[in-house]
């Protein structure tokens, strides 16, 4: 009987060593990834301050560009309904906007006015008893577009 009770104590000694290097090897992978799951979250940390740095800074950049695109877009001007010809046509809109400026100006119209660029909007359209087509120009002076405006506001005609 002894001996039977001492085999079954050294089963269960064995069964419990086995156990017990199991939960010793469990606890120290559980520590592992304790420790992985720290860096993980540290560098994640890192990743989310970088990622919103970069936002703020696209952001920032953004801004910057719309900025820029507005003041370029600050010396153009609209001008609607001057009338479609065969000799408009042939002829460069940008006379045709230095005529009708220095006009507005008060000045002889071989003046000179500085434009970057003038043109048509859109097509040509078929019929001509259709609206003009609109014409677009950039004026090199800020200072000339804005006494324009202002002239040819008070102006309730322009030919």
């Given at each position: 009987m002894m001996d039977m009770f001492k085999k079954m104590e050294d089963s269960f000694s064995e069964k419990l060593k086995a156990v017990t290097s199991e939960i010793h090897h469990l606890g120290d992978r559980v520590c592992a990834l304790e420790d992985n799951q720290e860096i993980n979250e540290n560098r994640w940390t890192e990743c989310w301050k970088f990622q919103r740095s970069q936002t703020e800074a696209?952001?920032?950049?953004?801004?910057?560009?719309?900025?820029?695109?507005?003041?370029?877009?600050?010396?153009?001007?609209?001008?609607?309904?001057?009338?479609?010809?065969?000799?408009?046509?042939?002829?460069?809109?940008?006379?045709?906007?230095i005529r009708i400026f220095n006009q507005i100006l008060g000045r002889s119209?071989?003046?000179?006015?500085?434009?970057?660029?003038?043109?048509?909007?859109?097509?040509?359209?078929?019929?001509?008893?259709?609206n003009p087509r609109d014409l677009i120009c950039c004026i090199h002076n800020f200072?000339?577009?804005?006494?324009?405006?202002?002239?040819a506001q008070l102006m309730k005609e322009i030919r």
């Open positions: 696209i952001l920032s950049l953004q801004r910057k560009l719309d900025n820029i695109d507005n003041r370029g877009r600050q010396n153009n001007l609209r001008i609607r309904g001057v009338p479609e010809t065969m000799q408009d046509e042939r002829e460069d809109p940008t006379k045709i906007l119209s071989d003046s000179k006015i500085k434009l970057d660029r003038a043109h048509r909007v859109g097509r040509p359209r078929n019929p001509p008893q259709e200072l000339l577009k804005e006494e324009i405006v202002q002239k």
